[in-house]
């Protein structure tokens, strides 16, 4: 709101001082301006708020202004049930506040306004966030915000409207000045770090089964049920694509449900190796063992049998029918392993949401490195140039169709798994689940 005002004079009135030409002043009318907020703007705040994430107001209009818009958007609304009423703080009495004094305020107060504030005001108020051990992300578009989108973890200005010193200062610049489109960006950054914790889960749980047939040589003295060329057709073959296409997954539900996960959790970490090596690639090792014994089971041959013709393979003089033996068994092993990890492409597409309720078919790039996965195993148990390069032989119908069982085992087991680990996750009734929230100062 302004007022306007007016006095009668000529050109003598040029050369008088301010505070002189406002005596004697004709009052005319008001002037109302009306900005409202985006209409998108109090849903963007809501799944702020659900997602941990704290928005702060920061201003340099009037306090009973901001306090309006805030209650528009929903921004002092963030504890329900709360009747803490809403504090706006002023660049005034933010000057009369120790370091930490704000940042005791700014850590356990909630409902806050900030209002009519400088540069300085705004640079310190960052910085209080920061020392709270927040993660803090700063919008602005003039001049006065660039202070503080320098001090943020992360500077976001607006591209349109936006001077050129905000700008410079930011580290994101939005093109359509839409907050939302902060929240998207955000989704989209949970989703690229879960989609990499899918990856290497997928491509760790492989090694496992890849190492077993080593330590079974050594603990029961019989030849590998791998070799090396078979170990290198799956790591930089068979599973290069679905790994990939785990790369393509789009947001899981209740993406911005979860709380935001602290700063110094590691991308690999406990539950991560627990998962992929203790448990999916524990499966495939069993999986792919049990293929290669099975074999030699299918020929007559039992533990002692194949121990007592192991020195003859590894002297490469054992007969032409052992070795052919030998040659499926290690062929078997290979396909079981690749069976399995089609299995666990499906399993590594969330870590704790069921795979029916993503859909079969949301991520079409699944299918497509499956429908290559096999092509690839295919074409090596196949084709005798590649039989001769990779060691296999070809399989048996019966073979084929045990291969059919490993991926519905593998998914089986994993999803029984997730099924136990939701129900330890139920929140207790009266259990407090609010987690320590990063901040994003607007």
Known sequence: MLGLAARP???????MKAQDLEQGLTFIGLVAMFDPPRPEVPEAIAQCHQAGIRVTMVTGDYGLTAEAIAQQIGLVDETP????????????????????QLQQMVKYRSRLVFARMSPEHKLRLVEAYKATGAVVAVTGDGVNDAPALRSAHIGIAMGLNGTDVAREAADIVLTDDNFATIIGAIEEGRTIYQNIRKFITYILASNVPELLPFLAMVAFKIPPALVIMQILAIDLGTDMVPALALGAETAEIGTMDQPPRTKDQPLMDRGLLLRAYGWLGIIEGILGMAAFFWVWHGHGFDLPAIQAVTPALQADTATAPVVAIYLQATTLTLAAIVACQTGNVFACRSEKTAVWRLGWFSNSLIWGGIAVEWALIGAIIALPPLQRIFSTAPLTLGQWVMLLLCPPIVLGLEELRKTLLRRLDQPKPGANQSPAAPSLIG
């Open 9 to 15: 004079g000529s050109d003598d009135l040029r050369d």
């Open 81 to 100: 049930g709360s009747h803490e009423p809403v504090r706006v703080i002023t660049g005034d009495t933010l000057g009369h506040l120790s370091d930490a």
